[in-house]
């Protein structure tokens, strides 16, 4: 396990599940939905507290957002891509190439079939793919949907609740 207020595990769980830590256990291959307000917060949360994550950040932004910049998670260990554009062809290039154990895709207007790509992409490189969205995104391709409400990104580590798994 890494850490208590982290989202991973190293752990090569067979399904993704919360424990009695509040630590949501993900598998390699898997697609989990953090939404709500502040989730890039929660992420950048996570990376600090797993610095030893090597992860890409697909973004549609420019620059980092200045509210996940005062996080201290080693930025050498995190490539982030701005997609702009293309952020939807960033992500599907990131997962296809396989180089990263985790993948963190911010925002974007998913359709079904761009859900079971990344499904499928991850699923084959054994990727723990995190879409971080402002509402939850349902369906057969997402493993688990995570909705944090509007509290402080601190307390949303230690109390999420599951809308869909």
């Known amino acids: 396990m890494i850490g208590s207020n982290g989202l991973l595990s190293k752990n090569n769980m067979r399904e993704t599940k919360i424990n009695n830590d509040n630590v949501l256990e993900v598998s390699g291959g898997q697609v989990i939905n953090l939404c709500g307000d502040n989730v890039e917060q929660i992420m950048a949360q996570c990376l600090e507290d797993n610095s030893?994550?090597?992860v890409a950040w697909v973004t549609k932004n420019k620059k980092i957002s200045p509210?996940?910049?005062k996080y201290q998670f080693d930025r050498s260990r995190v490539l982030f891509i701005s997609?702009?554009?293309e952020s939807k062809w960033a992500a599907f290039s990131v997962l296809n190439e396989e180089c990263f154990p985790v993948v963190?895709?911010?925002?974007?207007?998913w359709s079904d079939a761009d859900l079971r790509r990344i499904a499928r992409l991850s699923f084959f490189?054994?990727?723990?793919t995190f879409l971080l969205t402002k509402a939850p995104l349902i369906g057969?391709?997402?493993?688990?949907?995570?909705?944090?409400?509007s509290h402080s990104a601190e307390k949303k580590l230690n109390s999420?609740?599951?809308v869909a798994g």
């Open 67 to 69: 509210s996940i910049e």
């Open 52 to 54: 030893d994550l090597v």
């Open 83 to 85: 997609g702009e554009e």
């Open 104 to 109: 963190v895709i911010e925002g974007g207007d």
């Open 140 to 149: 057969k391709w997402i493993h688990r949907s995570i909705y944090f409400g």
């Open 160 to 162: 999420f609740m599951e």
């Open 125 to 128: 490189g054994k990727t723990r």
